[in-house]
Nanobody
Framework: QVQLVESGGGLVQAGGSLRLSCAAS????????MAWFRQAPGKEREFVSA????????YYADSVKGRFTISRDNAKNTVYLQMNSLKPEDTAVYYC???????????????????WGQGTQVTVSS
């Protein structure tokens, strides 16, 4: 069993930055790929970014490429999402997730997720 706890959300003006953190409990964190998703009001949850177990491979949705950076610290059982140049359309609840594989979040329209965090709200004002 893995528990995920996100933090770092908040209210920021357009053009600003936030850093989300996701702390994982349980064993074998370093063996999992990790991912971030988001869900805006009235919209479906969507993929944002993913990172391999080693941190050496990363993927991003086109909408955040060049602005967001995913990273992980396996010694701290934590994955991060650095969000720069934020836009009002980035407003959403952001969820940390453990996918069944790195490939499922990149390849599948309905990624297979083993664990979800509770989410953290990010609001970007114009």
């Amino acid at each position: 069993q893995v528990q995920l706890v996100e933090s770092g959300g908040g209210l920021v003006q357009a053009g600003g930055s936030l850093r989300l953190s996701c702390a994982a409990s349980g064993r074998s964190f370093s063996s999992y790929a990790m991912a971030w998703f988001r869900q805006a009001p009235g919209k479906e949850r969507e993929f944002v970014s993913a990172v391999s177990w080693s941190g050496g491979t990363t993927y991003y949705a086109d909408s955040v490429k060049g602005r967001f950076t995913i990273s992980r610290d396996n010694a701290k059982n934590t994955v991060y999402l650095q969000m720069n140049s934020l836009k009002p359309e980035d407003t959403a609840v952001y969820y940390c997730a453990v996918p069944s594989s790195l490939g499922t979040v990149v390849r599948d329209t309905a990624p297979r997720i083993q664990y979800w965090g509770q989410g953290t709200q990010v609001t970007v004002s114009s």
